[in-house]
């Protein structure tokens, strides 16, 4: 399984990003898909998470301001980022959890994509 992510970027205090992520490979099962960040210092930590129902889960820090979203007929998963501040500076990674053929689920990562907000 593979994830490609896109869409990170500097911007102002204010402004909007959308982050997405492709999942490749033999994958026969998703369950949850979300995004984590981890800015210099600080541990990973979740931003936002959507189960294969639809139902989301968000940080404290990001609710009313970011969107989750995404596509089971893709593979794909979506963060809208709105209203973002300085703190919201990171590198910001794609997550899954999935399973190819009979394996059991597992966590899938993708490469991290920058988000630097300037203030």
């Known amino acids: 399984v593979q994830l490609q992510a896109s869409g990170g970027g500097l911007v102002q205090a204010g402004g909007s990003l959308r982050l997405s992520c492709l999942a490749t490979?033999?994958?026969?099962?998703?369950?949850?898909m979300g995004w984590f960040r981890q800015a210099p210092g600080k541990q990973r930590e979740l931003v936002a998470a959507?189960?294969?129902?639809?139902?989301?889960n968000y940080a404290d820090s990001v609710k009313g301001r970011f969107t989750i979203s995404r596509n089971n007929a893709k593979n794909t998963v979506d963060l809208q980022m709105n209203s973002l501040k300085p703190e919201d500076t990171a590198v910001y990674y794609c997550w899954l959890n999935a399973r190819q053929d009979w394996a059991p689920y597992t966590d899938y990562w993708g490469q991290g994509t920058q988000v630097t907000v300037s203030s």
């Open positions: 490979g033999n994958i026969v099962g998703i369950n949850a």
């Open positions: 959507i189960s294969s129902g639809g139902t989301t």
